[in-house]
């Protein structure tokens, strides 16, 4: 099966300017997690969606970053304006509806973000 | 609140020999213990997990251990090779859908 897929691979823009990442989870996965990754650091969740429902927003910055999954698939994650201290790797996983208690999470490659 | 401390931050180890990488959670709720590897510019995979109802779990020459008291888990990878290098991540799992990670191990696999 096809793995999840982000675009684009790596971003460089200007402080003060807007940024969108776009994720494609694996088919039939219906819960979609955006990840922050700083730079030698473990992912930290943003924001994890049920379906098209954002069920755990509460680690998102709202005042600049928002995201949507419209159709409970594929999702935008936005940044305006972005800060200096964006520059991260945003890391979009999913995962199916975990039977047991228990899920695994598959990553996609990410987004590299610069901001200068 | 909820943490995962990873130890150590770098590795470095001869081909052949084994690596330990060994990670404390906080939270007693914790019930899934996920690792994955993550190699430079790639995406993280999981490479092996357990769950709290067994202490260990081997895959060829990968294994974790679960010590549910202590609030510890470990990774051990036997007869390392080049390949093995890699940034490695603990993580635990307090609910069925969240993950907290650890910082991350650095690996180097010296031929």
Known sequence: ?116 | GENVEQHPSTLSVQEGDSAVIKCTYSDSASNYFPWYKQELGKRPQLIIDIRSNVGEKKDQRIAVTLNKTAKHFSLHITETQPEDSAVYFCAASPGTYKYIFGTGTRLKVLA
Do not use: M
Not at chain 1, 16 to 40: D, E, M, R
């Open chain 1, 1 to 116: 099966e096809a793995g999840v897929v982000q675009s684009p691979r790596y971003k460089i823009i200007e402080k003060k300017q807007p940024v969108a990442f776009w994720c494609n989870p694996i088919s039939g996965h219906n819960t979609l997690y955006w990840y922050l990754q700083n730079l030698g650091q473990g992912p930290e969740l943003l924001i994890r969606y049920e379906n098209e429902e954002a069920v755990d927003d509460s680690q998102l910055p709202k005042d600049r970053f928002s995201a949507e999954r419209l159709k409970g698939v594929d999702s935008t994650l936005k940044i305006q304006p972005a800060e200096l201290g964006d520059s991260a790797v945003y890391l979009c996983a999913s995962s199916r509806t975990p039977s047991g208690g228990w899920n695994e999470q598959f990553f996609g490659p990410g987004t590299r973000l610069t901001v200068l």
